[in-house]
């Protein structure tokens, strides 16, 4: 019972122990953070990247696609392995859109099939109820929605519908970040009153010949709608992407079914009657695999097809097959390494705080020399004295860890605000400066008070007035606009962006603890501060009793 | 051993002719102090009776520490025996040295040798918990904490209980250890130069509470160095080049 006393006594009377807790913590605090933050991060980038491109994809080696797609996409469709296939049209354009043009990845889809593959209806960010809030129109007193206010619908049509339909132009979908008015609020919020949604923009790409040449007409351009905007949470996709309907690019690009007249290749003269006819063609198929197979699975039964189809129409370069996890790759193991580099670094930070505590219990054990030989007389053993430092070990690492458990929660789960406060200034405005010199005058005062109330004597209240006054001065001097210049400047001077989403492809800081992590490191740490107190322990335990009363 | 109880405690003093509780047979110990070896017990024989109060007078360095934490089981010693209710401590297996030291004897130390981070009445407790495990402690704790607050009151601290050591003057430490000493009612109270950090006036106060300690039956084994101080006790004894004599 004693063990118990004496630790909790030790744990509250010695600065040392604290020392070493608080070395636990941070070490705990910093470990959880850097694991929360890259596997989050990681994560993310798995999941976006699989989000982005379905389970399998094929994909034309070249810009001008591939013919016959329909076929293709019929046998990929008829494995067992595959639940659903759509086919894409990318290209590389540019978008006008109220005079800023900027170069963006154009893709055209079937909203209906694609939306099976590719995570694309819940990144559409405005509904009929975002446009009735901003407009006043409350949705349940009409009989139905008006048809150009349902966002969401028209989205997943690519089709303008209501009064959109005026246009005469096709649908398009673009990231949120193509919009040059489109930004986020002190909560990292768009606002659909920034929304570009129902505007026109104008779209220009370059249609290739199937031999990859500019086409004879050179760059074909078209106005669209815009019907919604959508947020991947990718910055890059955000940021450089517009969906229209695929029959709507396919043509734009000249990929779509032609028929001509027919020329005799020797000749050169038109042959009567007889017509050519070119396939259209398509940039890639996006595969989703069925369920209960393996990425691997489905990706063999993809390439047989693809191989099938290529013997059959004797092409000699055939689309490539690849996974999501092949596609990603040289992204998604440079995170994973960076993972396990940082996760090394901060086994040997830990490693650390094993000798910070082993350092700090050598120390006690030192110190408590004649305590121990104390304890011997009155009757401890060796175990006990030896499990009374181990015991000291496990408290010094169950309190430490747990707090390093709620500073890292803390950290974390607010790390997104931390960055917001770090980017602006350490959050410095006119405001805490006032704040900050309020708190300074009413501590003046309640200093100064309790100062002449403790000693009794009037020349602390004099000297106490004086300060008050030329604190009053200096207040007067500072006036607020010069408070708030000054505040601007520091404001400028000091701003750090820890997290700038055009360097790290997410907008937000992955925010989110896992369990298991947290409570694997924790029980490290607590595993390492009763190591670090073994060797102390021992040493202690093996304390010549009368030698360690007589120490001083 | 563990069956043994504290009766001696209401015993009248000086029961001479009863069988001894302690006796110390034949004891050596040497210490190797830059590479000279330095004997300090050559053959000790001595015995204490119950109730019996025994002082050790020597000089100093002449062992009488070292005899005394030989009896009190802090020590082990080269040759001899410390036969304590029929059987030599040193040849005690399993913890039963440790709870020799924890129950059958208490010790005063010149210096207190009090815990600086618990209280008085925390520090008297201290013997109390080590004989305790901690699913023990709860059904003990109130009978403890009872003899530890009546031993408290008994050595005059009763309104210090809550103070620390650095709190106390160096008379009332000594008294909150010979409360410390005293709270698993020891066969044995093992005094090492009780009075040697206290004033004269502060000694005599302490003597006073030995000497009442050993009337209401406490058997007691005292070193000094001081004869007037010896001189309250039973019997002295000589400790002179190892061994010794009666006074």
Redesign the interface.
């Known amino acids: ?6 630790i909790l ?2 744990l509250r ?2 600065l040392g122990p604290m020392f070493a807790a608080l070395a636990v913590m941070l070490c705990t605090a910093m470990v959880i953070i850097v694991i929360s933050v890259m596997g989050g991060f990681l994560d993310l980038l798995q999941t976006s990247a699989k989000q982005l491109t379905g389970d399998v994809s094929v994909q034309a080696r070249s810009l001008t696609g591939f013919a016959h797609y329909e076929d293709l996409a019929a046998a990929v469709s008829a494995l067992p392995e595959v639940s659903a296939v759509s086919p894409v049209v990318s290209t590389f354009g540019m978008i006008n859109l109220d005079g800023h043009t900027i170069g963006v990845n154009i893709m055209g889809i079937e909203p209906g099939s694609f939306s099976k593959i590719v995570r694309y209806e819940d990144t559409l960010m405005w509904s009929a109820d975002d446009m009735s809030e901003r407009y006043g129109f409350d949705p349940s007193e009409s009989k139905a929605t008006p048809p150009a206010f349902d966002l969401r619908g028209m989205a997943m049509t690519l089709e303008p519908d209501g009064f959109l339909k005026g246009y005469n132009a096709p649908g398009m979908v673009i990231g949120v970040e193509v919009n040059p008015y489109q930004y986020r609020d002190e909560q990292g919020r768009y606002g659909f009153s920034n929304s570009a949604a129902h505007q026109t923009a104008a779209l220009t790409v370059l249609p290739l010949t199937e031999r990859g040449a500019p086409a004879d007409l050179g760059p074909s351009y078209t106005n669209a709608v815009i019907l919604n905007e959508f947020k991947s949470g990718l910055y890059e996709i955000d940021r450089g992407q517009v969906f229209v309907r695929f029959d709507v690019l396919q043509k734009l690009l000249g990929m779509d079914r032609k028929e001509g007249p027919a020329f005799d290749p020797e000749t050169g003269e038109e042959i009567p009657g007889a017509m050519s006819v070119k396939p259209a063609r398509t940039s890639e198929i996006v595969v989703r695999g069925a369920e209960g197979y393996r990425l691997e699975q489905v990706h063999s039964a993809v390439q047989g097809a693809v191989a099938a189809f290529a013997e059959a129409r004797s092409i000699s370069i055939p689309p490539v097959v690849r996974t999501w996890e092949q596609r990603h790759a040289q992204f998604i193991n440079a995170v994973k390494n960076e993972k396990g580099m940082v996760t090394f670094l901060f086994i040997i930070i830990s490693v650390v705080a094993v000798v910070m505590v082993a350092t700090t219990f050598y120390m006690t054990v030192l110190e408590k020399t ?2 121990i ?9 060796q ?2 004295v030896l499990s009374l430092f181990l015991g000291y070990g496990l408290a010094v690492g169950v309190v430490g860890s747990l707090l390093g458990l709620a500073l890292a929660l803390e950290i974390v789960w607010h790390l997104n605000e931390i960055q917001y406060w770090l980017a602006n200034g350490l959050g410095v405005s006119a405001h805490y400066a006032w704040c900050a010199g309020g708190g300074a005058l009413i501590g003046a005062v309640v200093g100064g008070v309790i100062g002449y109330f403790r000693r009794k004597t009037l020349s602390n209240a004099v000297s106490l007035a004086l300060l008050l006054m030329l604190v009053g001065l200096i207040g007067a001097w500072i006036s607020l606009d010069q408070v708030e210049d000054l505040a601007y400047k520091l404001n400028h001077a000091i701003s750090f962006k820890m997290w700038d989403p055009q360097t790290y492809f997410f907008d937000r800081i992955p925010d989110k603890v896992k369990f298991y992590d947290a409570l694997f490191i924790v029980l490290g740490a607590i595993v390492s501060s009763v190591v670090g107190a073994l060797i102390p322990a021992v040493l202690a335990a093996r304390l ?3 030698e360690a ?1 007589r120490y001083e | 051993m563990d069956t043994q109880t504290t009766t001696s405690n209401h015993q009248p003093p000086t029961t001479n002719h009863s069988p001894p509780l302690l006796t110390v047979t034949d004891l050596h110990k040497h210490y190797r102090i830059g590479g000279q070896d330095l004997c300090v017990l050559e053959g000790v024989d001595m015995d204490v009776r119950p109730g019996e109060w025994v002082a050790v007078l020597g000089a100093s360095g002449s062992g009488k520490s ?1 005899l005394l ?1 030989l009896i ?1 089981g ?2 082990r010693p080269d040759k001899g025996a410390v036969t304590f209710d029929g059987r030599d401590i040193f040849k005690l297996r399993g ?1 039963a040295l ?2 020799y ?3 059958h004897v208490g ?1 005063v ?1 010149q210096s207190y ?6 209280t008085a009445l ?1 520090n008297v407790l ?2 109390a ?6 699913l ?2 709860p059904a003990r704790r109130g009978e403890a904490r009872r003899r530890a607050v009546a031993l408290l009151g008994r050595v005059g601290l009763g309104e210090r209980m809550k103070h620390r050591p650095s709190k106390l003057s160096g008379g009332e430490r000594q008294r909150v250890a010979i409360a ?1 000493a005293l709270v ?1 009612e020891p066969d044995v109270l093992l005094a090492d130069e009780p009075t040697g950090n206290l004033d004269t006036e502060t000694g005599k106060q302490i003597m006073e509470l030995i000497t009442e300690l050993h009337q209401q039956g406490q058997t007691i084994v005292m070193v000094t160095h001081d004869q007037d101080i010896a001189a309250t006790a039973d019997r002295r004894l000589w400790l002179r080049e190892g061994a010794l004599e009666e006074a």
């Open positions: 019972m004693y063990k118990l006393t004496l006594k030790y009377r010695k004649r305590d030989g104390v304890l011997r007389a009155v009757g401890a053993s175990a006990g010549d009793p009368v009363l | 070292t934490h009190g802090l020590d913890g440790d709870r030291r924890n129950r010790f130390f040798h009090l815990l600086p981070e618990l925390e201290t013997g918990m080590i004989r305790s495990s901690i023990g402690w410390r698993n």
